[in-house]
């Protein structure tokens, strides 16, 4: 916890709807006051944020830091300082780890190691079922009772639907959302990338847009059965839009992520079998890429989510039938809202920055997401006009698998600011 003044920034905050010059005073970790009249008190650290846009700190609700068990690709410590870098102040870990995160035992590791190791906060996704088997419930009010804010099995849907009934009678009942990798196996069929032009041309195995497209719709069936919040995980076809914006307007706690890649990407990006490209759910089609983007704009997305997905280099550099599903998104996502989305005036200002901090804080009820006074002094600054190019090799990830090495973006984090401490 520290103080912290930032003089002559351009406050930004949908919570209140503010967008205004003027300085922000953080004390003792917490924010203290903002406005033009604000007088920094004595000896208290300055930023000079003339020119750069101040917000409530980013939050990714979809983060893969592969601690504990796959520290040869993150780390605890290299993911948070990659989020830091990015302009994320909290991230919320996904279960995915060895052991899975099914239990308070594991749950307390990765809250041990986070209070040791990490840059940013952390909060523990758990799992859904044991193992990640899809047939026996974790212990969802112990990991609870230690700290878990949500539940998911991650990469892999829960094909039993009266399982996942259960799962959202207890999340209800814990005030937890369900985070659901919306995936039905059997029509998935194994395939690699999207079904359509791109895996005919490559002939390689595709996965028709309709095994994304089925569980969202149990989903949705099962989340006004139950009353539960359900979170549909990084959202690609442009019919999973469409029904869960209809679900929203009949009242379902239906709400939804997009990524940066989704929106930014096309099937096209796996041309020359190119295996930073591969990513579950693939990438899609233009005119997905183009719901996605009304999407975001009017309201039915409640959160851009980077799904950051490590892999070591002897792991992507293998054949594409072989090489494993995921890219890195932490140090890449803001740069490419900023150029993609409100450069190229698809989505306002105020908008894109509720997405990356009000949007997530409300969906998963986390401390932030607000420049009000008394919330975390948590605070991302970044600069609209920043020429940045994307250097993989330079970030702090520990892994380097991203299609958008070389690309050149406007705009981009320039400090990122957790508790009142200055961590990028």
């Not at 009942?173 to 029509?187: A, G, I, S, Y």
């Not at 949007?359 to 009000?372: D, E, T, V, W, Y």
């Amino acid at each position: 916890m520290s103080s912290l003044f930032i003089r002559n920034g351009r406050l930004m905050d949908p919570a209140q709807n503010l967008d205004s010059p003027g300085h922000l005073l953080i004390e003792q970790g917490k924010i203290a006051a903002w406005g033009p009249d604000v007088v920094a008190p004595a000896d208290v650290t300055v930023f000079d944020a003339t020119g750069l846009v101040v917000a409530p700190g980013f939050i990714d609700l979809h983060v893969h830091l592969r601690e504990p068990g796959q520290t040869h690709k993150e780390t605890i410590a290299t993911g948070t300082a990659a989020a830091a870098a990015g302009g994320f102040t909290a991230v919320c870990c996904m279960p995915n780890t060895a052991p899975v995160n099914d239990s308070p035992l594991v749950t307390r590791f990765i809250l041990d190691r986070v209070k040791e190791s990490a840059s940013v906060r952390v909060y523990p996704i758990g799992a859904i079922t044991k193992g990640l088997q899809g047939e026996v419930l974790a212990e969802i009010g112990g990991m609870r009772e230690v700290g878990i804010v949500a539940i998911s099995d991650d990469g892999h849907s829960v094909s039993n639907a009266q399982v996942m009934r259960r799962a959202m009678e207890y999340a209800r009942d814990f005030n937890l959302p369900v985070t659901d990798h919306c995936e039905n196996k059997d029509l998935a069929a194994g395939g690699i990338m999207n079904e359509g032009l791109y895996s005919t041309l490559l002939g390689l195995r595709g996965m028709t847009r309709a095994a994304e497209e089925v569980d969202v719709a149990r989903d949705i069936v099962l989340s006004e059965l139950t009353g539960a919040h359900v979170h549909i995980a990084h959202l690609s076809t442009a019919g999973s839009v469409e029904m869960v914006r209809w679900a929203q307007s009949r009242g379902v706690r239906i709400t939804c992520e997009v990524t940066p890649h989704h929106f930014s990407l096309t099937e096209a990006a796996t041309d020359g079998f190119n295996t930073n490209a591969k990513m579950n759910p693939p990438l899609r089609t233009e005119r997905d890429v183009a719901a996605l983007l009304e999407a975001l704009a009017d309201g039915t997305v409640g959160a851009i989510a980077t799904d950051h997905a490590p892999h070591c280099g002897t792991e992507k550099d293998q054949d594409f039938e072989n090489a494993p599903f995921g890219i890195l998104g932490l140090e890449s996502a803001l740069s490419l809202a900023l150029d993609r989305l409100y450069h190229s005036r698809k989505v306002g200002l105020m908008r894109l920055v509720e997405l990356f901090s009000t949007g997530p804080a409300r969906l998963f009820n986390l401390p932030g997401g607000s420049l009000k006074v008394g919330e975390p002094g948590d605070v991302t600054i970044f600069d609209l006009e920043k020429p940045v190019t994307l250097k993989v090799s330079e970030w702090r990830s520990k892994s380097r698998n991203s299609p958008f090495e070389g690309w050149e973006l406007k705009g981009g984090p320039v400090a990122t600011v957790v508790g009142g401490v200055r961590v990028f």
